[in-house]
């Protein structure tokens, strides 16, 4: 596998079900994110992670809960969706630093979900 | 606030034509991204400008960071049905110390380009 993969490529879940998606980046990046994008909005950025620890929390609902073992995994814990959470979830990563700045981000695929 | 505004936010046109997408903003970019998504995918990186006033071309592609290094401009030369997409610009703030240590890009709203056979 090269680049960030992402998984499930698409998700149908109720409001009650409780899943989780998966990101993995194979380019030995030390920072991954998680954003949201909805038809017609801009990007979203909803969690960062810089070595393993969360660097920022743009104000997401408690019941989207991220998770970074490691710095090549990013997961999204899912639970108690509402149908307006229905978006492309985008999993990114990146190399920063001192005096790298805003460095290229590098996404996955996306998963499509569904909440009914 | 948006503060990376994008210029058309669509654009219907048909092959062969040449067409431009702006990317304004009034802060400063230590950065600045381009990229293209295709409906269903994460977006893809296109180009990277650093230096105010540079220019890079990838094929019919041209892309400019201003002297000021608050703007850019995405112009498409002799348009193809494969370039239509979602072309997105992202910078990286100059003054954040927090975009520095996090990376964090902030993106423009997009441009949706749609080339017709």
Same mark, same amino acid.
């Given at each position: ?14 409001? =009650? ?41 743009? /104000? ?55 909440? =009914? | ?23 304004? /903003? ?46 850019? /401009? ?37 441009? =949706? ?5």
């Amino acid at each position: 596998e090269t680049g960030v993969t992402q998984t499930p490529r698409h998700l149908v879940m109720g409001m =009650t079900n409780k899943k989780s998606l998966k990101c993995e980046q194979h380019l030995g990046h030390n920072a991954m994110y998680w954003y949201k994008q909805s038809a017609k909005k801009p990007l979203e950025l909803m969690f960062v992670y810089n070595f393993k620890e969360q660097t920022e929390n743009n /104000s997401v609902p408690s019941r989207f809960s991220p998770e970074c073992p490691n710095s090549s995994h990013l997961f999204l814990h899912l639970h108690t969706l509402q149908p307006e959470d229905s978006a492309l979830y985008l999993c990114a990563s990146s190399q920063v630093g001192v005096g790298l700045g805003g460095r290229e981000q590098y996404f996955g695929p996306g998963t499509r979900l569904t909440v =009914t | 606030t948006q503060l990376l505004e994008q210029s058309p936010q669509f654009l219907s046109i048909q092959e062969g034509e040449n067409l431009t997408v702006y990317c304004n /903003s009034s802060s400063v970019f230590s950065s600045l991204q381009w990229y293209r998504q295709e409906p269903g995918e994460g977006p893809v990186l296109l180009v990277t400008v650093v230096t105010g006033g540079e220019v890079k071309k990838l094929k019919r592609l041209t892309f400019q960071f201003g002297d000021a290094r608050k703007d850019s /401009s995405l112009h498409i030369t002799a348009a193809q049905p494969g370039d239509t997409g979602l072309y997105l610009c992202a910078g990286a703030l100059l003054s954040s110390r927090g975009s520095s240590n996090t990376g964090k890009l902030i993106f423009g709203q997009g441009t =949706t380009l749609q080339v017709k056979p």
